[in-house]
Structure formats: C-alpha cells, structure tokens
C-alpha cells in the first residue's frame, strides 16, 4: 500500500474482508493496528468489509467493536448489500461509512426494470444517509453508464479491470 501510494502521488486505499471469526477475536483491533503501524499505513488507508450476517452474529459486541474501529479511522462498509438481513433500521445505526450494492443486482442493468426500482432506491436512501454507495459488479458500459446517471459514487467489476497481480497494477498508476 505504502509503495502504490507512493507511485500514485496519493493516498491509496484497500479494502479488506473480515469474517466474523476475525471480529470476534479479543485481540482484533490492536492486532489490526500494529499491522498498520508496522507497515507505515494510516487508517483512513484501509476499509473494513462485512456483511450484513456478520452484523446480526453478536450484535452488541460487533456493533462495538466496529464503534472503536470507525473512531480509530477505519472506514466500514457492508458489502453484498441485500442479499442478508437488509434490515433498514441497522443503517441510521451501526457504524458504517459505505453501502456496496450487491452484484445480483448490478448484473442486469440497465435492462431490468426490478433491478433498477431497487438500485436506485438503495443508491438514493444511502446517499441520503450520508454514506458512500458502491456498486460491485459492473460488467457492461450500459450498467456503468446508469449507475453514474443515478449517482453512485464508486463503480467496481470486470469492466474496468479483472484481478491482476500487484507487479501489473503498479504498471497501470
């Protein structure tokens, strides 16, 4: 990360799967931590994904562990957004900075009349609650195209790159 940033002459930023046996371990954050001090990473640096299953498992204990992450600087996401719990209630009230929208409903966009009333809705109920809306699993110009004209902020998926090894990413900065 240090060395994508630097070559980008910005801060760069990673984002980062946690599992639910990785959150509930004791030690998690400090650990987390020491990891990012040892490799000259600020926080801010690095977002934290979980889903929304992940949520519910021990929720006050989840609930506050990711309180002391987001206050330390992390950015938290939900990622595959509607495809678990989707309890609108949980989003005015755990500590997350971004909403990714779930690829199942990206996938057929702009054709799918359902997926559009739904994507567009989420987009905007996010974007009204303050948070940053990611939409995973952009394939098609088409899908991009809509997604920006409703105000996503960020587009991800296999139109604008597949998985790559770091050596080639690094080429493309």
């Known amino acids: 990360m240090s060395r994508w940033s630097e070559l980008a002459g910005s801060k760069r930023r990673v984002s980062v799967n946690i599992s639910s046996l990785q959150l ?6 400090a650990q987390l931590e020491k990891i990012l001090r040892a490799e000259h990473i600020h926080p801010d640096q690095f977002q934290l994904e979980i889903t929304e299953n992940i ?18 600087g992390f950015r938290i996401a939900i990622d595959d957004f509607g495809t678990g719990y989707s309890s609108l209630s ?6 997350i900075d971004v909403l990714k929208v779930d690829k199942s409903f990206i996938k057929d966009l702009p054709e799918d009349e359902a997926d559009k009333a ?4 989420t987009i905007r109920l996010g974007t009204d609650l303050g948070l940053e809306m990611v939409a995973e699993g952009v394939e ?3 899908a991009a195209a809509y997604l920006r004209a409703i105000g996503c ?10 998985p790559m090894p770091f050596n080639q990413l690094l080429k493309s900065v």
Do not use: C, D, W
Request: zero cysteines; proline letters at 4%.
């Open 24 to 29: 509930q371990q004791p030690h998690f954050v």
């Open 153 to 162: 902020h960020v587009l991800q998926g296999f139109y604008f790159a597949k």
């Open 118 to 121: 739904i994507v567009k809705a």
């Open 90 to 95: 949980y989003l005015k009230t755990f500590p």
């Open 140 to 142: 098609s110009m088409e």
């Open 55 to 72: 949520l519910m498992e021990k929720r006050k204990e989840n609930v506050a562990k990711l309180n002391v992450l987001q206050k330390k």
